[in-house]
């Protein structure tokens, strides 16, 4: 069975400082693995996706991930925070091959940005 | 469409009451999901069709919960006898296939008092 944890349910950070969202998965196979932000009242859109190319993934909006097979980590990065990034964050996973057809879900960072 | 479409992105019902949510997913895409996403938790999958093959319906909270999709075309999740911890935002997404990124709706926000 796969799973996901997100430590951390609030992150908050100063406008152009390092964010760090962490992300730990259990899988039974090697993952695929996704984020997601979710701004007030909207869908959630995909942010990056991580299916077994390159282990750093660049998404949009400046974050990328790297997928750390020995800690089972897939954290999200973005070198300067800024103020639009305020949002909710989730991270997925997903088993190819595998009897787990659904993504998986953690639940949730909700990211706050300090002016 | 562009993208999921989802009606209505309100829905205030009486306890009681059977309520129904639409999902349009994006032409062609084989794959829909629903989620429900309860205040301050995250994502709960509900339920999972893949083309013509039988649901995953492992999510489904109870049996006032169903789910129908006709081919690859709009889905219905029907709430019968709606009960206030049904109150949450249904979202709907589809993917143009198995384990691929999933694109989501803006969701339903239901609220049954």
């Known amino acids: 069975a796969q799973s996901v944890t997100q430590l951390g349910s609030h992150v908050s950070v100063s406008e152009g400082a390092l964010v760090l969202l962490r992300c730990n998965y259990s899988?039974?196979?090697?993952?695929?693995l996704f984020w997601y932000v979710q701004y007030p009242n909207q869908g959630l859109q995909l942010l990056l996706k991580?299916?077994?190319?390159?282990?750093l993934v660049k998404g949009i909006n400046g974050f990328e991930a790297e997928f750390k097979k020995s800690e089972t980590s897939f954290h999200l990065t973005k070198p300067s925070a800024h103020m639009s990034d305020a949002a909710e964050y989730f991270c997925a996973v997903s088993e190819p091959g595998g009897s787990a057809r659904q993504l998986t879900f953690g639940s949730g960072t909700q990211l706050t940005v300090l002016p | 469409g562009a993208g999921v479409s989802q009606s209505p992105s309100n829905k205030v019902t009486e306890k009681g009451k059977d309520v129904e949510l639409r999902c349009d997913p994006i032409s062609g895409h084989t794959a829909l999901y629903w989620y429900r996403q309860s205040l301050g938790q995250g994502l709960e999958f509900l339920i999972y069709f893949q083309g013509n093959s039988a649901p995953d319906k492992s999510g489904l909270p109870s049996d006032r919960f169903s789910a129908e999709r006709t081919g690859e075309s709009v889905s219905t999740l029907t709430i019968q006898r709606t009960q206030q911890e049904d109150s949450a935002v249904y979202l709907c997404?589809?993917?143009?296939?198995?384990?691929?990124?999933?694109?989501f709706g803006q969701g339903t926000r239901l609220t049954v008092v």
């Open positions: 991580y299916t077994s190319a390159a282990t």
């Open positions: 899988s039974s196979v090697p993952p695929y």
């Open positions: 997404a589809s993917s143009p296939g198995v384990l691929t990124e999933a694109f």
